[in-house]
């Protein structure tokens, strides 16, 4: 079991910048090094999308919604993923999902919640 803990939403203006964080850890076994780590959004009545993955090796791969303003990394000592959002706008209100793939197996986080608005 693999438990996922997202954090760093919250109110933002547009054109600000927001990290988000994401802590996975393991009850026994999985190394987080080994994860491939993710970050979902979902708007209201819309489905949910992928916004970024990275993989064990630390490959980067974004989804089309913040392409090129967001930056996903991740931090194996601190069994951390984050996602660098820049010059948000009021679209890109969401929750925010962070996800672990870990041995063959999607863990989810319960999400955090982003709003862009003056």
């Known amino acids: 079991q693999v438990q996922v803990v997202e954090s760093g939403g919250g109110l933002v203006q547009p054109g600000k910048s927001m990290r988000l964080s994401c802590v996975a850890s393991a009850s026994s076994g999985r190394v987080f090094s080994s994860y491939h780590m993710e970050w979902h959004r979902q708007a209201p009545g819309k489905q949910r999308e992928l916004v970024a993955h990275i993989t064990n090796d630390g490959e980067q791969i974004y989804g089309g919604s913040m392409k090129g303003r967001c930056t996903i990394s991740r931090d194996n000592d601190k069994r951390t993923a984050y996602l660098q959002m820049n010059n948000l706008n009021p679209e890109d209100t969401a929750v925010y999902f962070c996800?672990?793939?870990?041995?063959?197996?999607?863990?989810w986080g319960q999400g955090t919640q982003v709003t862009v608005s003056s």
């Open positions: 996800l672990a793939f870990a041995n063959g197996t999607n863990y």
